[in-house]
Nanobody, 127 residues
Framework: QVQLVESGGGLVQAGGSLRLSCAAS????????MGWFRQSPGKERVIVAD????????YYEDSVKGRFTISRDNTKQTVYLQMNSLKPEDSANYYC????????????????????WGQGTQVTVST
């Protein structure tokens, strides 16, 4: 049974940093690309970043490039999102995802592709 448990969110001032973690279980973690989505109230859930199985390739949505870093530790079955220089517009609930299929280098950017979502972790950036 797939489980993704996000943590590390909180309230931070603009310009601050947070590190999100996603602990995965119930599947062969190293065989899947992983990613982070976020959703703000009244907005669609959108991709933020993803990382290939071996961490060889990463993707970042334009608004977070240069500020966020995705990483993974396959021995700990955990994916991370280091968020620096946070802005109020980064406020959202952040969710990690497992790619729908094994051995792909990317996650699917369409949130409708995922039948399972964790509870997410709330990030609030104050001015």
């Amino acid at each position: 049974q797939v489980q993704l448990v996000e943590s590390g969110g909180g309230l931070v001032q603009a310009g601050g940093s947070l590190r999100l973690s996603c602990a995965a279980s119930g599947f062969a973690f190293g065989n899947y690309a992983m990613g982070w989505f976020r959703q703000s109230p009244g907005k669609e859930r959108v991709i933020v970043a993803d990382i290939s199985r071996s961490a060889y390739t990463t993707y970042y949505e334009d608004s977070v490039k240069g500020r966020f870093t995705i990483s993974r530790d396959n021995t700990k079955q955990t994916v991370y999102l280091q968020m620096n220089s946070l802005k109020p517009e980064d406020s959202a609930n952040y969710y990690c995802v497992r790619a729908p299929h094994m051995f792909t280098s990317r996650v699917d950017f369409d949130p409708a592709s995922y039948g399972y979502w964790g509870q997410g972790t709330q990030v609030t950036v104050s001015t």
